[in-house]
């Protein structure tokens, strides 16, 4: 091979080889660190655990609903209770919506509280969604259950 | 030469088997046409003994969404590791499109590593990209996802996934009564707790540079959002509002957050100026309006809203406050989330009273359902925008599952310990 073929094939070598890429990556051994809650909720000095139940998608309550809440509205003034509404939700539908959806459901109780008597500063709702469901199912039995409001008295 | 690298294969594989993960990839479907690629088994030059195997999690990686078939290093003709090692007619005779084969070297500083590795086109006989990485020996996991990230942008022309991270949440169990926010490389290992609480956490969110990640957690009795740095495990608790304190998502630009808050009487979209250390209200509407997203480019919200009478998904242009709704089509629209390209929206959508994820573009309005799983929730897309994770259920169990956004890939991700929800991808690192 003469030098003119010798150059010519070096130049063709790097430009086929000026085709590829190049890269350099470096990695480390760094790692995330944990941590933990104890939990400060409690149900502490719980008198009494209400239980309500709403339709899929619902937050309205029924007159069996209202009945009940009439009764308890009753019992909280006349003992001077505080309350604690949580509202749940059963599992179908996404997580924060039904967050939302438990505010609803606990805040329509909390009103009707109101409505019946008892002073809004002895009252706070909190929403669960589908969090803390009451009983483990993917079918209507166990959905039902868990669509609810819970009224707490203290 | 050849029965060392074959005993190293088999020790290799052992000790796989033993180490442990806790969500394992398990696939259904794939391309009819998958992209044919040989990754010979590196040559290993270190005295330290091989306790990993590179090819072993690059093979893994890259079959993963059903993209790639991998060759097995049974079925190879010879095992080059340099370049004038390689006859392209024995990669041609078994059906490669391409071929990646390297070595491992020991470096000055014994704890480290160097792989050196080199990706040919067979069928142009031809090298593409000559990669090199460097890094302590401990994380030869993490350079072999490096590696699989570069054969993939390479074949492929869109980033590689393999070094991302989920987070997701771990339900309380009767063994481990508490929750935990976990995350987890996409291949299932090194799965790690951040932050455990006997009280429920939901609604995990990246930051764009990967350092933080905010959540919800009840720990006090209500909901709260933290943003954690990963490093540290230090945490900081957003100002907490009356009523619901929910759904921090980032700003890709990294200056802003967008949440939830019913401080006003009603779920609205809001968002955390850091600056200013204030919230800023965005929606004000006596619905629930809840689950925002940022779009691409940080200019505009998609939210969740049951303003027309049942969840729909609606776009917000944060300057100018103006709402537009998106889906029609359906009673439940809900929890949606833009793709990287800013002109689809994954959201899920449910049908005939069953929970799908679909896509949606966002100009035509056209819908794709992509799941045939039920009771499905919580979509989340790579950032390269080719695949969806989301939880859904097997039986009474609950499990992460994805697909790849063409739909054609179907895979579960099984928990081997608690049950798994609400996944997170992380963005791409450099």
Redesign the interface.
């Known amino acids: 091979m003469n030098t003119t073929h010798k150059t010519l094939l070096t130049m063709l070598v790097f430009l086929?080889?000026s085709?590829?890429?190049?890269?350099?990556?470096?990695?480390?051994?760094?790692?995330?660190?944990?941590?933990?809650?104890?939990?400060?909720?409690s149900d502490n000095g719980l008198t009494s655990n209400n239980i309500l139940y709403f339709a899929y998608?619902r937050s309205d309550i029924n007159s069996e609903g209202r009945a009940k809440i009439r009764t308890l509205a009753k019992l909280i003034k006349d003992n001077d209770l505080s309350v604690r509404v949580e509202g749940h939700c059963d599992?179908?539908?996404?997580?924060?919506?039904n967050?939302?959806?438990g505010?609803?459901r606990a805040k329509t109780v909390a009103e009707l509280l109101i409505i019946n008597g008892v002073s809004s500063n002895k009252i706070s709702?909190?929403?669960?969604?589908e969090?803390?469901p009451a009983v483990?199912?993917?079918n209507e039995n166990s959905w039902s259950k868990n669509r609810r409001a819970l009224v707490k008295t203290f | 030469m050849i029965k060392k690298r074959v005993f190293l294969i088999i020790l290799s594989l052992v000790f796989s088997a033993f180490l442990s993960s806790q969500l394992r990839i398990e696939i259904k479907g794939g391309l009819e046409d998958p992209i044919n690629i040989a990754i010979v088994p590196f040559q290993w030059n270190l005295k330290t003994p091989q306790q990993e195997s590179i090819q072993r999690v690059v093979q893994s990686d890259l079959e993963s969404f059903g993209e790639y078939a991998v060759l097995s290093p049974e079925n190879m003709l010879s095992l080059p590791s340099r370049a004038e090692e390689v006859f392209f007619k024995d990669w041609r005779i078994l059906g490669s499109d391409f071929l990646v084969i390297g070595e491992v070297n020991s470096l000055e500083e014994p704890t480290e590593m160097l792989v050196n590795y080199l990706i040919f086109d067979v069928v142009r006989e031809r090298i593409i990209h000559r990669g090199k990485v460097i890094g302590p020996i401990v994380t030869q996991r993490k350079m072999a996802h490096k590696i699989s990230d570069k054969i993939y942008s390479k074949t492929q022309g869109i980033p590689g996934i393999f070094s991302t991270k989920i987070a997701y949440i771990d339900k309380p169990s009767d063994l481990n009564p508490v929750y935990n926010l976990m995350i987890s490389d996409i291949d299932g290992f090194d799965s790690l707790s951040l932050f455990s609480s006997p009280q429920p956490l939901m609604s995990p969110s990246w930051s764009s540079d990967m350092k933080k990640i905010a959540y919800v957690s009840f720990e006090e009795g209500s909901s709260r959002i933290y943003i954690q740095e990963l490093a540290t495990a230090e945490r900081i608790g957003l100002k907490q509002e009356e009523g619901i304190n929910s759904s921090p998502n980032w700003s890709p630009d990294g200056k802003k957050m967008s949440a939830v808050l019913s401080k006003s009487g009603n779920p609205d979209i809001h968002i955390y100026d850091f600056k200013q250390s204030r919230w800023i209200q965005l929606t004000n509407h006596f619905g629930i309006d809840t689950e925002p997203d940022w779009s691409p480019d940080s200019n505009k919200l998609i939210f969740t809203s049951n303003r027309s009478g049942s969840p729909q998904i609606y776009e917000l242009n944060v300057k100018s406050k103006k709402v537009k709704r998106l889906t029609f089509e359906g009673s439940y629209n809900a929890r949606a989330r833009y793709l990287p390209n800013g002109k689809e929206i994954v959201f899920v959508h449910r049908r005939n009273g069953i929970f799908h994820i679909a896509t949606q573009n966002i100009k035509t309005g056209k819908i794709k359902i992509l799941t045939d799983t039920t009771l499905d929730e919580s979509p989340t897309v790579s950032p390269n925008g080719n695949v969806v994770i989301y939880a859904t259920k097997d039986g009474e169990k609950d499990i992460l599952a994805g697909v790849t956004i063409d739909g054609r890939t179907k895979f579960t991700m099984p928990s081997m310990k608690g049950e798994a929800r609400e996944p997170s991808w992380s963005p791409l690192i450099d």
């Open positions: 086929i080889a085709c590829s890429s190049v890269s350099t990556d470096r990695t480390n051994d760094a790692t995330a660190i944990s941590a933990s809650a104890s939990g400060a909720y998608d599992e179908r539908g996404t997580r924060e919506y967050l939302a959806l505010e609803q709702t909190v929403s669960y969604g969090e803390k483990s199912g993917s």
